[in-house]
């Protein structure tokens, strides 16, 4: 459905997979959406490309045919500790392996078949309410709408502001690279203050994506290569895998400043969904499926809304209730695993006391994962 841009139903700011399930589905319940995205599809984003299973069917049924695009399935874990001590795990529901490169390329293209009018390489600058209606000023203008939706991932924009909150302290970093491993493996391998995780992806390579401290780039004086080299390289897994693979492009992609935990699902009247409103820690793999469900959620609430059969403030009160029922204890979860990983010992008792309790760790893995949506 093609609309004025400079006034529509719902702005959504930023095209990552919360924004773009969101504005997919409300544009085929043919509601005017605008959704706005600093970067120009397709482009590489850090993240470890591994989605759990539970979002299939829902990306399917949103048109994203991800049965035609022959893509690794994984059900198999395997964890090592600093030294290379490890334990494996079946994944009971496991995940599917694809580049966000081509997910976010391709929902991209479905929103736009489906009437949504994305502007790319626009970035929201500032968020104003009026009388009801909302005034965007971005990099490409300025346009109105009756709500305005916030998915612009785990760094908010300056407009933004949330009393007492510090800049996350993690870094993220991705390759891809060729070499020989399983189809069907994820692996997650932990390094002082860090882990990296390794699974195929759609285009036969494999996606190499870390996540440490800020401190330990510091240390190594701001240098990717020499701290991969000092400390990364110390596991005897990511030695290999640094030092025998084909590296498919030769810088990485950083990004930093990240933090895990819950935030709040509506900020300067703007309601939040994926990581804007909590991102969970990368090592429970679900991020991705977190943020695509979160847009499910919200916009079947936000049909009532535009249906007029609820008021905004019963909108927000509804959301944020059942964001929390699924999500809030997933990543209180994740926020004390990540505390367990990344430090020499600790890690190495956890995991040899799960080598000798399997159904705990199976427990664990359950803990982090949702059904299917
Ligand atoms: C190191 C690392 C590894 C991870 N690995 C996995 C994994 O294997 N599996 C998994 O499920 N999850 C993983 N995650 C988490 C996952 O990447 C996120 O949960 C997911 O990307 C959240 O989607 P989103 O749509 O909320 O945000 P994003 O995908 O970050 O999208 C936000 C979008 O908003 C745009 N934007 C930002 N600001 C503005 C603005 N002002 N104006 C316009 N556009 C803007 C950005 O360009 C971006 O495209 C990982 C995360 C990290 C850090």
Redesign the pocket.
């Known amino acids: 459905m093609q609309s004025d841009p400079k006034q529509v139903d719902c702005l959504i ?7 773009l399930t969101l504005a997919i589905q409300l544009a085929k319940n043919k509601r005017s959406v605008l959704l ?4 120009t599809y397709p482009f590489q ?8 299973m539970e979002s299939w069917d829902f990306l399917e049924t949103l048109g994203a045919n991800l049965g035609a695009l022959n893509l690794p399935k994984i059900n198999q874990l395997r964890v090592s500790a600093h030294a290379g001590f490890t334990i494996e795990s079946k994944l009971e529901m496991g995940g599917f392996g694809i580049q966000r490169y081509t997910l976010d390329h391709r929902l991209a293209e479905i929103a736009k078949e489906n009437g949504v009018q994305i502007i790319e390489n ?3 600058l500032d968020v104003q309410l009026t009388d009801g209606n909302y005034a965007v000023k971005t990099t490409k203008g300025t346009f109105n709408a009756k709500l305005v939706c916030g ?4 760094i908010d ?1 300056s407009f933004v502001e949330r009393k007492g909150q510090q800049k996350g302290k993690y870094i ?1 970093v991705k390759y891809h690279i060729k070499r020989s491993f399983p189809d069907n493996l994820i692996e997650l391998h932990n390094f002082k203050n860090g882990y990296c ?1 390794i699974s195929k992806v759609d285009d036969g390579n494999y996606c190499l ?1 870390y ?1 440490t401290t800020t401190k330990n780039l510091n240390d190594n004086g701001n240098n990717i290569k020499q701290m991969e080299q000092n400390i990364l390289m110390k596991n005897p897994f990511l030695r290999t895998y640094f030092s025998e693979s084909e590296f498919m492009n030769e810088k990485p992609i950083a ?1 930093s400043q ?1 933090g895990f935990r819950k935030k709040t699902t509506c900020q300067n009247n703007i309601i939040l969904l ?3 409103a909590g ?1 969970i820690a ?1 090592l429970c ?7 695509m469900r979160s847009s499910k959620i919200l916009a079947g609430h936000l049909e009532d809304f535009f249906r007029q059969k609820i008021e905004k403030q019963e909108l927000i009160d509804r959301y944020t209730k059942e964001w929390n029922t699924h999500f809030s204890f997933r990543i209180k979860t994740g926020f004390y695993l990540q505390k367990l990983f990344g430090k020499r010992l600790t890690t190495l008792w956890m995991l040899k006391l799960l080598s000798k309790t399997p159904r705990l760790l199976r427990r664990i893995v359950r803990m982090t994962h949702g059904e299917k949506f």
């Open positions: 700011i930023g095209g990552g997979l919360a924004g706005v995205e600093k970067n984003k850090v993240c470890g490309e591994y989605i759990s626009c970035s929201a998915s612009y991932g785990k924009p993220g995780g994506c996540l990004i990240i994926g990581d804007a991102a990368p793999g679900n991020g991705m499926s977190i943020a």
